[in-house]
Nanobody, 127 residues
């Protein structure tokens, strides 16, 4: 069983930056595909970014390409989401998730849930 704890959310002005972190414990972190998802008020959850177990492959939702960067540190058992040029529409609860399967792109995970989930961290972008 993997436990995931997100941190780094908060209030930021449009155009600003935040870095989210997700610390994992209780499993073989380096074996998992990891993802960041978000859910805005009144909207369905959407995938933001996916990273392979080694960190060599990433995929991003079109809405965040060029602005967000996902990375991982398999020594620290942590994944990160660097968010730049934030927009009001990025306001959401951001969730970290882990999957035991091989890397799939964002389209796959838009319709399939990962195996383990954190409780989320709120990001609010003021315009």
């Amino acid at each position: 069983q993997v436990q995931l704890v997100e941190s780094g959310g908060g209030l930021v002005q449009a155009g600003g930056s935040l870095r989210l972190s997700c610390a994992a414990s209780g499993g073989t972190f380096s074996a998992y595909t990891m993802g960041w998802f978000r859910q805005a008020p009144g909207k369905e959850r959407e995938v933001v970014a996916i990273i392979s177990y080694s960190g060599s492959i990433t995929d991003y939702a079109d809405s965040v390409k060029g602005r967000f960067t996902m990375s991982r540190d398999n020594v620290k058992n942590t994944v990160y989401l660097q968010m730049n040029s934030l927009k009001s529409e990025d306001t959401a609860v951001y969730y970290c998730a882990a999957d035991r399967g091989l890397f799939r792109g964002t389209r796959y995970y838009q319709v399939r849930a990962m195996d383990y989930w954190g409780k989320g961290t709120l990001v609010t972008v003021s315009s």
